[in-house]
């Protein structure tokens, strides 16, 4: 795993380190390594959790098929806490717990 140059960590959770952790085995089940392309910084939607330390991005465009298995297997191992969103040029992954 590594970050992309200009990734800030300062104030990011727990929470998202161990879904980062999750992630990199499953990109290295899929023969890729994981680059995370932002965390606290970078432009987000306002109140978007990368703000609090509560989602990080991750790198897609290696994927064929544009990160669609990275997501299900991703969504798959993490707990339900988790929102794994696939977007256009990447993944999304946030720690929302429900309820
Ligand atoms: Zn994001």
């Given at each position: 795993m590594r970050y992309k140059k200009?990734?800030?960590?300062?104030?990011?959770s727990a929470e998202i380190l161990a879904a980062l952790v999750v992630a990199d085995s499953v990109w290295k089940r899929l023969g890729e390594e994981l680059v995370v392309?932002?965390?606290?910084?970078g432009k987000h939607k306002f109140g978007s959790l990368h703000y609090l330390g509560y989602a990080g991005d991750v790198r897609t465009r290696y994927f064929q098929d544009g990160g669609v298995e990275a997501a299900d297997q991703l969504r798959d191992a993490l707990t339900d806490e988790y929102d794994v969103v696939l977007e256009s040029t990447h993944i999304h992954i946030e720690f929302q717990p429900k309820g």
């Open positions: 200009g990734v800030t960590l300062f104030g990011v392309t932002s965390i606290t910084d």
